[in-house]
């Protein structure tokens, strides 16, 4: 098969999905790339590093589009870039409910196309690789957001993470003990911040103490604990995962504004229709606002603020899922337990409970299906 990779259109997305070495794979494998010029510059892999891997250059999307049996990309496609989408053609790319786009999906659904959302590949002990593998990024990267809107000169509180002699370290208070959530907890508390923890599942806290060696404090995220702790948060996490549906708003505005002026929210969640009710998307380039003296920070791909570490990230997980598809085209979706997990589109039809409740589609399960 040919394997399309094009270069995100995305505002200031710098990921690219596939890296050299993965197409190096695949070519060895058989099956041809084409690779958008400078579809990897953003992550700094060159057009010569793809080329020399065995890939062939191409200089528009609309080839690359056009020609590929499958398409590996970061973001989903814009409604420009499904216009050059013939039918019947295979694409991984993320789905992202909380963005998701209607006019995107019925443009894939009339081409038939066979869509997988890459964040819901599920495998047998129910993880989500694609998902741990970006979360670990994220976990790792907010301590130095949290600290530089903290800072008096971005409008913050005007305070550390730590604490110095006689003054005691920042609260952080993180809602989620997930992947993203343990990862971050893990990297404030180096920092010397004084972290708690809060989910609604009491052995993912346990683990989280466990990990943690109990430095941290841990408690259920119940209306009242989460209202009770974000009040004297300097920064609250949002960081709520729900498998296939969107994230509730479990912060509402009232709570907001009981927070003190200068703090700061980093709602991690926003891909997924934000757990915090005064929560919007924003960009890399534009990363915050302000409500009720609250500064937001709402990225939905913090992770391409490290291009580099996040696409070798994806590369490690998706390679293998795109070298099946592209070994036994379409059943490899019903062969294999985990891709199965992440279809969403078959031939046309929605196979993702979540997308169909978001859009009243029709949901029919892939089982039932045939190519």
Known sequence: MIVGIPKESWRDERRVALTPAGVYSLEKAGHAVLVQSTAGVGSGFSDEAYRGAGGTIVFSAEEVFARADILVKMMPPTADECVW????????????????NPVVHDMLRVRRAFAVGFEWIEDEEHHLPVVTAMSEIAGMLLPQIAGRFLETTHGGRGVTLGGVPGIPASNVAIIGAGTVGSTAAQVFLGCGANVIVMDVDLNRLRLVEQQ???????ALSTPYNIERYMTTADVLVGAVLIHGRKAPHVVTESMVKKMRTGSVIIDLSIDHGGSVETSRPTTLSDPVFTKHGITHYCVPNIPSSVARTASLALNNVLLSFVEEVGDKGVTAFRDNPALHQGVYLYAGECTHEGLAGLHGWDYVDLKSLSE
């Open 85 to 100: 989408i013939p039918e019947r053609k295979i694409l991984f790319s993320a789905l992202q409910l909380g963005v998701a």
């Open 212 to 218: 943690l060696a109990r430095m941290v404090n841990t």
